[in-house]
């Protein structure tokens, strides 16, 4: 089976710009999570979704991000403006249901300049 | 509230150490336990877990062990190999929530 997808794996952009980051869940998969790592802050939860609809978004850092859920098989996650703080990996997850295992996609390492 | 605290590190080893890696948790109630491992470059991936107490999780030569007495599930591994060499998340399922509560993790360098 496929595992998560995520695209771009790297991206490199100026100051200002949007960035997309997309995400493919796990197919039959209920939760999807978008997490960020950096050296400073380690593992942050940014948001989570279940069934399509966000449960949780408390950790998005500011309104400068949104992410949506169309549907049960693709997610984005949007920085508009982009800054060189959101400089990081963004993982994208999913899990069958509450308490099981959450696996990862292999990250989308941004870059701003 | 509800949290992981796992040791911090970085921990150096030499090939063949032991090795023990602290993880405790806060919980009303028993969640489902879990260590993942996240190798340079990559995503996270589960190593193991354990759903109940007393339960053993084990795979690649670590084992955890829930202990409810001490809200405990330390990461062991008898005889390190440099290919171990990794950050390793301690992690707690969030109950209703869905979601997966990690530690900050522990960066291991395993030197041959």
């Known amino acids: 089976d496929a595992g998560v997808i995520q695209s771009p794996r790297h991206e490199v952009t100026e100051m200002g710009q949007e960035v997309t980051l997309r995400c493919k869940p796990i197919?039959?998969?209920?939760?999807l999570f978008w997490y960020r790592q950096t050296m400073m802050r380690g593992l942050e939860l940014l948001i989570y979704?279940?069934?399509?609809?966000?449960?949780?978004d408390s950790g998005m850092p500011e309104d400068r991000f949104s992410a949506k859920m169309p549907n049960a098989s693709f997610s984005t996650l949007k920085i508009q403006p982009s800054e060189p703080r959101d400089s990081a990996v963004y993982f994208c997850?999913?899990?069958?249901?509450?308490?099981?295992?959450?696996?990862f996609g292999e990250g989308s390492w941004l870059t701003v300049v | 509230g509800d949290s992981v605290t796992q040791m911090e590190g970085p921990v150096t080893l030499s090939e063949e150490a032991f090795l023990t890696i602290n993880c405790t948790y806060t919980?009303?109630?028993?969640?489902?336990l879990f260590w993942y491992v996240q190798y340079p470059g990559e995503g996270l991936q589960l190593l193991l877990k354990?759903?109940?107490?007393?339960d053993k999780g084990s795979n690649k030569g670590f084992e955890a062990t829930y202990r409810k007495e001490t809200t405990s599930f330390h990461l062991e591994k008898g005889s390190v190999q440099v290919s171990d060499s990794a950050v390793y998340f301690c992690?707690?399922?969030?109950?209703?929530?869905?979601?997966?509560?990690f530690g900050k993790g522990t960066k291991l360098s395993v030197k041959p």
């Open positions: 197919s039959g998969h209920d939760y």
């Open positions: 919980a009303t109630g028993y969640p489902s």
């Open positions: 354990a759903t109940k107490a007393d």
């Open positions: 997850a999913s899990s069958r249901s509450t308490g099981n295992t959450i696996y």
């Open positions: 979704f279940n069934n399509n609809v966000p449960i949780d």
């Open positions: 992690a707690r399922d969030g109950g209703s929530q869905g979601n997966l509560i």
